[in-house]
């Protein structure tokens, strides 16, 4: 578990972060923002590498700072690409494993079987310099689990990674998290952060401005209406029913297809409740039903331009 | 007929798809005492894998092969002299008290084995941390149970031992060389303490070089600028201190001798010959008159070298960081 507390990280008159307090459990957190909104900072903070300048910042129940302690219990996945060149990827992963404290008993085992479970072994003869970037990426990653970490910070891990990559990836940090090992990416591509978990810590100008299931985030913001989009034959007809509900603030129909009507609330548990009541009493054929907003881009870009 | 499939060799697992399942790690994990081991291990082992390297320690290993020879084929020589009542000093010089170490001196101060220990510390040197630097690799090493303390002495001591071992090796052997051949001249009662100082003086070039290149390449994100600069500092600055010493102090020639050791090249020169307490013959000097060269005045060249070493290992401590902080 990393626990953050009022934490602030400024570089002379630049605030890199500013009073954040978050908890983050075990399982998979994603951190999100954009560029310059503090991710690099708290991955920094979190690792160890700075200290705060305000605040504290705990790991498993340590400060990390500089602390090999701490060091022991945490794998870390920077974003870096062209380095180690000359190296083998099993010759990185063995330097790192040594590094990480493994005795050289069980180092060759425990390399081979990491190597293996990103899927690298028929590689790890090879020099990273010769390296695809998903292989780097996955190589990077076997480096970070090599020791067993009870904490693993990722920085971008699907970047550069195949469909097939991804899903591999994906696999071993939900395998990871179900151990109860405490997992945080970061990440800028959105849909990718959305198949990997729920849990979030939304991020802009050094604040943390949300945190927690992507969809309780999206209910508690009451400022925004949700958007519902339905496809019906009968699309005039059920826009008359749904502004009856008092919760319904427009219904509007779309100028290229009439059978498109886009919907807005303010109370979308409210309406994806009384919703099926409606359709089955007055039999309306619905052929398409999505909420544009029910993802995680919607509700970022709601709380970031606001 | 018997159609049975003979039984799967034990290393082959029950399915054919891999388990690529993660699996916990269960054994131990060991606090090691000497964590710089592993990165000064793993630097020297990115070095063996250069051929430039294995070229330029040939080139360091070249004047000792020829003396090697030289000694080989004079010792028929040696053995006559010595039954004529000549004995060793009839080939390397009657009666001279320092006749081994100046030719230790000869050797590790040669052209060719300080362009060659040079060239290595380059190789070597200019990207151990400039490429970490660079890939933002310190992150990786400092997310690992290391200090920057750790990684700094395991990076400033695969430089150092390298390049040690390369200028010790050939002194070593021929060390070993004038033992076997003048043992029975009193080579060894004559010379109690030539090992001691061919230990240390091989260390000075390694000290210096490490330290400054450690120092330039922690502060840069590429090896060719750190190089560049190291090589401009190498070069003209033994120029500078030759032109300088001989504008200053054009006569006194102690003190002339002293300003021109003033540079990283003048300055490794020095101690050496301190080290080995030699003065300069004339054909040390390649001069053809009787000119000799004394040993420098060794405080002052002693601070610089303390100076260089100390220099480049606090440059390099102060600007080792995981994140490079820029300050708004």
């Known amino acids: 578990m990393i626990v953050l507390e009022r934490a602030s990280r400024w570089y002379g008159q630049v605030l890199g972060l500013n009073d954040v307090s978050c908890t983050i459990p075990a399982g998979i957190t994603a951190l999100l923002g954009e560029n310059g909104a503090g991710k690099s900072t708290m991955i920094k903070v979190m690792t160890g590498q700075l200290k705060p ?60 079987e990491s190597i293996e479970t990103v899927g690298m072994t028929s590689a790890a003869g090879r020099k990273i310099g010769g390296y695809s970037k998903g292989m780097r990426q996955r190589i990077k990653v076997a480096q970070g689990i090599v020791h067993d970490p009870d904490v693993l910070v990722l920085d971008e891990p699907l970047n550069g990674l195949d469909p097939l990559g991804r899903r591999d990836i994906s696999t071993l940090l939900h395998d990871l998290a179900g ?69 319904i603030l427009s219904a509007k129909f779309n100028a290229q297809d009439s059978r498109l009507l886009e919907v807005e ?24 039903f ?9 509700v970022f870009k709601y709380l970031v331009s606001g | 007929m018997n159609y049975d499939l003979p039984p799967p060799p ?56 020829i003396h090697f020879a030289i000694y080989y084929f004079t010792q028929g020589l040696t053995q006559q002299a010595a039954a004529a009542g000549v004995g060793a000093a009839g080939v390397l010089g009657a009666g001279d008290p320092e006749r081994y170490g100046q030719l230790v001196y000869t050797c590790l101060c040669s052209d060719t084995n300080l362009l060659s ?60 060389l004038l ?82 050791h003033f540079s990283v090249s003048g300055v490794i020169e020095g101690m050496i010959q301190y080290i080995l307490h030699i003065t300069l013959s004339p054909a040390l000097l390649q001069k053809r008159d ?15 070298a303390v100076v260089l070493i100390i220099g480049g290992i606090v440059a390099a401590r102060t600007k080792i960081n995981a994140v490079e902080v820029i300050r708004g």
């Open chain 2, 117 to 176: 220990i040079f060239i290595i510390a380059l190789l070597i040197g200019t990207g151990s941390i400039a490429a970490d630097n660079r890939a933002n690799a310190l992150m990786v090493y400092l997310s690992k149970p290391i200090t920057k303390g750790d990684y700094l002495l395991g990076k400033w001591m695969g430089i150092f031992l390298t390049l040690w071992i390369v200028a010790l090796l050939p002194c070593l052997l021929l060390f070993l």
């Open chain 1, 290 to 298: 999505d909420s544009p907003d029910n993802n995680l881009e919607a």
């Open chain 2, 290 to 304: 009787d000119t000799t060269l004394a040993m420098p005045i060794v405080a002052p060249l002693a601070i610089a």
């Open chain 1, 53 to 112: 300048s305000a605040g504290r910042v705990l790991v498993q129940g340590e400060l990390p700072f500089a602390n090999p302690r701490v060091f022991r219990k945490l794998g870390y996945c920077p974003e870096i690409e062209n380095n180690y060149d000359q190296m083998t990827g099993q010759e990185f992963v063995t330097l790192m494993a040594h590094l990480a404290g493994l005795p050289s008993s069980t180092l060759k085992a425990r390399v081979a």
């Open chain 1, 265 to 288: 609330t303010h109370a979308p548990d409210q309406f994806y409740a009384q919703f099926p009541n409606i359709v089955l009493e007055h039999g309306y054929n619905i052929t398409h």
């Open chain 1, 179 to 247: 151990r109860g090992k405490c997992i945080v990416i970061s990440s800028h591509i959105l849909y990718e952060v959305e198949q990997l978990t729920r849990n979030m810590l939304l991020m802009a100008k050094g604040r943390l401005m949300a945190q927690g299931d992507i969809y309780q985030i999206r209910n508690l913001i009451d400022s925004h209406p949700h958007h519902i989009t339905i496809t019906t034959d009968q699309a005039r007809s059920l826009a008359k029913h749904l502004l009856d509900l008092p919760y």
């Open chain 2, 10 to 65: 034990a290393s082959v697992g029950v399915s054919n798809v891999a388990d690529l399942q993660y699996r916990n790690y269960e054994g131990p994990l060991i606090s090691r005492t000497m964590r710089w081991w592993i990165i000064a291990k793993s630097g020297m082992q990115n070095t063996m894998k250069k051929p430039a390297f294995w070229v330029c320690v040939a080139f360091c290993l070249l004047p000792y092969l």
């Open chain 2, 179 to 260: 033992m076997v051949v003048y043992t029975t001249d009193g080579f060894l009662r004559e010379n109690p303490t030539l090992i001691l100082r061919i230990l240390a003086a091989s260390v000075v070039p390694a000290l210096i070089h490490t330290s400054l290149l450690i120092g330039l390449s922690a502060w840069s994100k590429s090896p060719r600028l750190v190089g560049s600069i190291y090589a401009g500092i190498y070069f003209v600055g033994a120029i500078l201190a030759r032109i300088l010493g001989n504008s200053l102090y054009g006569n006194d020639p102690d003190m002339n001798n002293t300003v021109q």
